[in-house]
């Protein structure tokens, strides 16, 4: 055989670790790649390296702004522009990132084991917590990969050319070969690291919680293609209950307040124990830093970029009663560059337009409209600065989300009960800081009307982390939340133009530019392949090919 040489680019050390990090380039050949405990480690260090550049922006573009939970006026994912989707920079980052996790996780798998076990001594990570972080992000990546275009060709070989052209296997067996990983993870990760220097590696309790998510996606997509999906709602059930049990053994807590989740300020709320899994970010860190807290916030505010914002119709859903709404959600503000000048939401759609009419200028003041809200679960912590290194986690998996996932998991199973109902109120009774608000089982008669309870609720306690569009299309309620946000952008504008001063004003093209042939099997919940990947492999194109 051929001498072959292998390039890794990854960083000396986990890339969100507490260490002073420096880039470095490892080449490799097929003689001494993997010879020492120091190659095995800087092998699974690598395949993390990917994680920045698909979870600072891409995610949100694709699982947020697609959906109700996420604005940017006339951005093509906000839009659902078809068209444009195969071009898209963050849809072709996607692919590449999560395929390079792919690709450095067979590396590692391959060859890990080929080195012999005397070379690993105590003082550094073991051979099998090695393998084990490697099977799971190689099933984080497939995971992220079908959430996002259903089908992907499914590579698990380490010596397979890159240029082959590998069609897409079925979801099915996409899946089988995700839990065979996690099944693989779950028996050499820990329950914790110790340290927050490995905070951002994966855990066993991130393991089951992506093994629950596994089976609740399978069987979500069981039920609306008519199948019993009861087994597998169960499994989905069990590791949920085994996330749970490490809740009750200390290793996981709902956090007292939830900015307390998302709080940068301080280490104990950086690293809180509500988190199951994140991507990490430390602002004193070059190499270990991302500027995710730099995207959800306007210039004039705290000098962010303005890249995603909380639409009008989500926050006029909250109850203003809740920390979610109070804490989490800016709705008004003053600039920071000019100080006469105020910004807020209009306080319901029928006020929308009259923010500037009933504008009475005192001192020199005006209050100016605004068109979104904005998410402090970045909360950008330097303005003034230009410095863009931010100290915020990308929380992929955390405690809240899967207590509402056994919430979900219990009505498929047997229908409204008390015990899904104490679930999400487990959840609200934080938002709300009392048991006034919490959900009535006697408003609930079918398994239909508290699974769409249990979305919304998710949208409040989820929103613009990632997982909208895969929580409506797993619940079936895609195209029904998606006609309700569209109409409710149509009625705003009709609002905006019967309050506006000027009676020629027309707003139509507020709601115009979105669809309005949504389908309930569309083909537009998932993502065309990235063009240039369909035109070196056109089987490619089959990628979206599902029943339901």
Known sequence: MKKIYITILFLAGIIYSCNDLDEVIYTYTDQNAFVTQDNAIEAVNGIYQPLHSVSARAIFYLNDMTTDACFKKEMDTELLNELKMSDNGDVANSWLGYYQMVGRANIAIDNIPTIPDERFVAAKPAKNRLIAEAHFMRAFAYYQLTDLFYTVPLIVNSKIAVDTKIPPSSIEDIEQQIEYDLLMAKNSLPQDYGTTADAGRPTLGATYGMLCRLYMRAAGRTRLNGGDATAKWQSALHYANEVLTLRDKGVYSLQPKVWNVFDPSKDETLYNNEILFAVRSRKDLPNGSSDIGMNFTPWNYDMGWDLFSVPLELAWKFDKADQRFTELLVTNFKNVYDEPIYYRIPASI?????????????????????????????????????????????????????????????????????????LVNNIRERAFQNTTHNLQLINYTSKEGLRSAICDERLFELNNEGSRRPDLIRMGLWKNRMDGYIAQIKTKSEWRKQNSTDPNADFSSEWKVYPNDLKENDIRRYFPVPKRESDLNPALLNCRTFTK
């Open 350 to 422: 029928e006020e929308v337009g009259k923010v500037y009419a009933l504008n009475v200028p005192s001192a020199g003041e005006r209050t100016l409209e605004l068109d979104a809200a904005y998410t402090k679960k970045y909360k950008y912590l330097r303005p003034g600065s230009y410095n863009y290194n931010t100290n915020n986690n990308m929380v992929i998996l955390r405690l809240a989300d899967i207590i509402l996932c056994k919430a979900e998991i219990l009505n498929e199973l047997n229908g409204p009960s008390q015990d899904a109902l104490n």
